[in-house]
């Protein structure tokens, strides 16, 4: 009985192994199915559980109230942290910060410009670079 041979490596294999994509569906379900996007966005990247893996994630009621009673200890002892904290501040609301803030970054600016105006008439009085002048008093190029 003679046997087929069997193909070399370097032989090419059959065109049907060779097909780089299956044809695409024909019928409209087919292609409906083929297209459908998934609806649940909820919760991205979380897995999903089988009912009969639950149990082995399901805590005890005991387990449960004892991370509750920690993280209420948790949030008592950072509320006393706000509470030790807020006298301390120069302002009690985040509003007037930064108003304040913007006041003193006003006052900043006038300063800075008017001390700009100095060294601009100090150097065309001697006829040097602003530049000049800048590094003769100490002022860097940024400030």
């Given amino acids: 009985m003679p046997s087929s041979p069997l193909p070399s490596p370097t032989t090419n294999p059959p065109a049907a192994i060779t097909s780089p994509q299956a044809p695409p569906p024909t019928t409209p379900e087919a292609s409906k199915e083929a297209k459908k996007i998934p609806t649940d966005f909820s919760e991205p990247n979380v897995p999903r559980l089988s ?15 004892a991370k509750i009673s920690v993280l209420a200890a948790q949030i008592a002892a950072t509320q006393a942290q706000i509470d030790a904290i807020k006298p301390q501040l120069k302002s009690p609301t985040p509003e007037t910060t930064v108003k304040q803030h913007i006041a003193l970054l006003h ?9 700009q105006g100095l060294l601009g008439m100090v150097a065309e009085n001697r006829g040097v670079r602003v530049r000049d002048v800048y590094g003769e008093f100490g002022v860097a190029e940024g400030d």
């Fill in 107 to 115: 006052a900043y600016n006038e300063i800075r410009d008017v001390g």
């Fill in 51 to 65: 009912s009969r893996n639950t149990r082995a994630y399901k805590p005890s009621q005991a387990a449960l109230h």
